[in-house]
């Protein structure tokens, strides 16, 4: 008991000292809330912290890779600029301890044509001192185009992989996930493309920094959403929701493309 209320000061005065910092980085009390749980030789209370860390971190760099991006001029190839938006849990310490409760990612996003049924993926961002770099392959299993019917949606599935790297000179942190979703696209409304999708999740996290340093976080679970492209003319927009573990996930999009 005397540990606990020990714990929830300290943490008071962290919480103190934050709030007078306007911008302050969502990542900068990585090494300082797992130094504290080490102080109080609490293993099991870091773990807990840190695999609700990597649970939000995994999801905000998967954020985004679904949906259609607008082709640049380069036959075969999309570029689109999307923002992952991750809502933060008050549960989430470590985040919510520098006055963030929301986890946001640029990402360039780049979709290649290999052949009539099977594309690339590649996205690219840099955000909080961290680098994201992931890539995957997106296969069409049926294509709706084909039916007459409007709601016969084309069915795909696309696996892709996100790596981050978090190294602020203080805190330092490796994680990556893998989203598979098979995804079900109603091309034939005009305009627009609306979609939906399941997801199987596995994500791993690795803190590089504290007294904890090695203690990994490894996590897999189910998720779903919906989302919508819309085109007009040479202006496109995109915009998803998708749902895991109880956190909701947005992203936005727009560009200009052919």
Not at 203 to 223: E, V
Request: net charge neutral; glycine share 12%; proline share 3%.
């Amino acid at each position: 008991m005397k540990k606990t209320i020990s714990f929830a000061l300290v943490l008071c005065g962290i919480c103190c000292f934050s709030a007078g910092r306007a911008f302050a980085d969502p990542y900068d009390y990585f090494t300082d809330v797992l130094n504290l749980r080490h102080m109080y030789n609490d293993k099991q209370g870091a773990q807990r912290l840190l695999d609700i860390f990597a649970t939000d971190v995994g999801q905000a760099i998967a954020g985004g890779a679904y949906g259609v991006g607008g082709n640049i001029g380069i036959e075969g190839v999309s570029l689109s600029i999307k923002m992952s938006y991750q809502q933060i849990p008050t549960s989430n310490t470590i985040i919510r301890l520098s006055g963030s409760d929301a986890l946001y990612y640029p990402i360039l996003q780049a979709d290649i044509d290999v052949n009539e049924d099977l594309g690339a993926i590649g996205r690219i961002s840099y955000m909080y001192s961290s680098f994201l770099i992931g890539g995957g392959l997106r296969y069409r299993i049926y294509d709706g185009n084909n039916s007459d019917e409007w709601y016969i949606p084309t069915v795909g599935v696309q696996s892709i992989f996100n790596y981050l790297t978090m190294d602020d000179g203080r805190s330092k942190f490796d994680a990556w996930n893998l989203k598979t979703s098979p995804t079900a696209f109603f091309g034939k409304i005009p305009y627009m493309q609306p979609y939906v999708f399941l997801s199987y999740d596995v994500t791993s996290l690795t803190a590089k920094s504290s007294y904890f340093s090695g203690m990994n976080s490894s996590l897999n679970g189910f998720g779903y959403g919906m989302g919508l492209s819309l085109k007009v003319g040479t202006i496109n927009l995109s915009g998803s929701i998708s749902m895991y573990d109880g956190r909701p996930n947005y992203n936005f999009g727009v560009f200009v493309g052919i």
